[in-house]
């Protein structure tokens, strides 16, 4: 008998949520298909596998226990899947880029990358809002390039780059528009620009976290790519945060950049996934972002950075202290040190 992974995927979910609405929002699947693709999972085994009543739907025997065999085998299947790509990818190395980030890799780190490793191709790719890892758990990425924060670097094995200020987009009409700075506390109560919730920790970083605490957020809009992003901030449906870069790289007069006391900076680098190998395609990409990325606070040892900034990475909640020293991509391991 053969089953589709995807209704098993769909099992799993809906023992998870307990019913049918969240499962499917989860899923992105609409209520009625999920529900049809679950009913035709039980035709085809010949057993009930949920109890449906208003409350939800509460698993039976068989139910439980196909869903608790289930997760192994999608995990594994995922892991099948991971190994698959990497294989299939030799002499390419796939990387993602933020919507800001891609205008921080210049071309000297592309032909840097080209002589280190001859005959390969590099493809670039701007990362999914609706997939925390960016493509990397799938494996359809190698390397993501990443403005995050600290905690990320403890789930990601990582090269880190430098650094940069998070910055306040306003519609060039905001209230605050015309001032030169900004402080984080007064900025809590405006509608803000959010990307979706499958961004996941991604969604809450860009909307002020660590610093906003409990203070819920209001949405003003929600957008689903750099350019919608943007868009919607200049017509005043909320303000949103970006990397100090987006100043320089964005020419829209509708739009105002301001710094912003109180938040703590971006680190700048490139991540991989925990456990993974860092191949030497890998490692002299992270060499040649290393050298050339045009980061606004380089890490120590790197290449360019603006004049006004060279060389100084400011510390968590700091904006002028000077940084440590930095390690080198072959010096820094893939077991998420970096």
């Known amino acids: ?15 998870e949520e307990g019913q049918l609405t969240a499962a499917a929002a989860r899923l992105g699947v609409s209520q009625p298909t999920l529900t049809k693709q679950i009913r035709a999972l039980e035709l085809q085994l010949g057993v009930e596998l949920f109890v449906r009543s208003r409350a939800g739907m509460v698993p039976t025997a068989a139910g439980s226990e196909l869903a608790a065999r289930a997760r192994g085998l999608l995990e594994r299947w995922e892991e099948a899947l991971r190994a698959t790509r990497w294989a299939a990818a030799g002499g390419e190395l796939r990387v993602g880029f933020e919507g800001s980030t891609i205008n921080l890799v210049s071309r000297a780190a592309v032909e ?10 590099l493809r670039m790719r701007q990362n999914s809002w609706f997939d925390e890892s960016s493509g990397l758990a799938s494996g359809e990425l190698d390397l993501a390039l990443w ?14 780059l430098g650094a940069e200020e998070r910055w306040a987009v306003l519609a060039a009409d905001h209230r605050l528009a015309g001032r030169r700075v900004l402080d984080a506390d007064e900025l809590w109560d405006e509608p803000f620009v959010a990307i979706p919730l499958e961004a996941g920790l991604w969604r809450d970083y860009w909307l002020g976290a660590p610093e906003r605490g409990a203070r819920p957020a209001r949405i003003g809009a929600v957008a689903h790519s750099a350019d919608e992003w943007l868009a919607a901030v200049a017509c005043g449906q909320g303000i949103g945060f970006a990397p100090q870069s987006i100043e320089r790289l964005s020419a829209r007069a509708d739009v105002v950049c301001r710094p912003v006391r109180g938040l703590a900076p971006s680190r700048v680098g490139l991540y991989w996934l925990q456990g993974r190998p860092l191949t030497p395609a890998m490692a002299a990409f992270a060499e040649s972002c290393r050298l050339h ?3 606004q606070f380089r890490a120590a040892g790197g290449g360019r950075s603006p004049a006004t900034t060279l060389g100084r ?6 904006r002028n202290s000077t940084p440590g020293p930095a390690r080198s ?5 893939a077991n998420g040190e970096g």
């Open 329 to 333: 991509a072959a010096q820094t391991s």
């Open 147 to 160: 403005h995050a924060p600290e905690e990320v670097g403890e789930r990601y094995a990582h090269v880190a």
């Open 112 to 121: 840097d990358f080209a002589r280190r490793m001859p005959g390969w191709r």
């Open 293 to 295: 990325l045009e980061v």
């Open 313 to 318: 990475v400011p510390a968590q909640g700091s």
């Open 1 to 15: 008998m053969d089953i589709d992974t995807r209704m098993l995927r769909y099992l799993a979910v809906v023992c």
